[in-house]
């Protein structure tokens, strides 16, 4: 870990620096993106970042979006060759799926002890990003990092950028970024404590998801015709 930086050792601030700056307009051609409640970000110091995980698209997304360095967990699958190394120069961690490893959280540790910013998306893998059973089954990841480096843990909710298997492409399609209240850093010892902790911030981000969803199904209605229109 490189001091003052809240970025992994491999990481070049520049070049994040610089994606993130890039990731503030590159989605404007493909997406209607609104995010909501940008203050509740914290500005400064360790935050443990928990967010609903429905498409590729969402983690280069959120990256540009909170005005800060932000460090993602990234599946090992992806670094491999250029994208491998550039993922890496941004600061990005690798993490395996099919094996017990802790080295990704360590890093992520350091980048918190560092004041960083760093995101999980607890589901581990790409779903659909329904209130169900996948957020339902978060790991204890986060609120392990949130305990160890006295965190809060900052639930966000993201819609909008899956489209169903069949369903027709969609021209600039919206997508609601809502941003939760931060939930204070876990103190409770044991992994009781990580457990509550870890249901805590899943009803907070399941919350979220809802309110998004409603939100969602009230801007499109039938017509008289039956046809879809946006009010």
Do not use: C, Y
């Not at 520049?14 to 493909?30: A, E, K, N, Q, S």
């Not at 698209?57 to 967990?73: E, I, S, Y």
């Not at 950028?161 to 939930?183: E, F, K, M, N, Q």
């Amino acid at each position: 870990m490189s001091r003052a930086r809240a970025l992994p050792e491999d990481a070049l601030g520049w070049l994040h620096d610089l994606g993130r700056w890039i990731g503030t307009w590159l989605w404007v051609p493909f997406f209607r993106v609104r995010i909501r409640h940008r203050e509740r970000i914290p500005a400064t110091g360790p935050v443990v970042l928990v967010a609903n995980h429905s498409a590729f698209v969402d983690g280069p997304l959120l990256f540009g979006m909170f005005g800060r360095r932000v460090v993602f967990l990234v599946k090992a699958e992806m670094f491999s060759g250029i994208v491998g190394t550039l993922l890496r120069w941004l600061g990005q961690v690798p993490v395996r799926r099919d094996v017990v490893d802790r080295r990704p959280l360590t890093t992520l540790l350091e980048v918190l002890r560092d004041g960083g910013m760093v995101a999980v998306f607890p589901e581990g893998t790409r779903g659909t990003g329904e209130v169900g059973s996948d957020i339902g089954s978060a790991r204890q990841g986060a609120a392990w990092l949130a305990r160890s480096a006295s965190a809060p843990l900052l639930p966000v909710a993201v819609r909008g950028t899956h489209r169903p298997a069949g369903a027709a492409r969609r021209l600039r399609p919206r997508v609601d970024v809502l941003v939760g209240d931060p939930l204070p850093a876990p103190t409770a010892p044991g992994r009781n404590g990580l457990a509550a902790a870890t249901t805590e911030v899943t009803e907070a981000l399941r919350t979220l998801v809802r309110e998004l969803d409603n939100e969602h199904r009230q801007v499109t209605r039938p017509d008289a015709a039956g046809d879809v229109r946006e009010q």
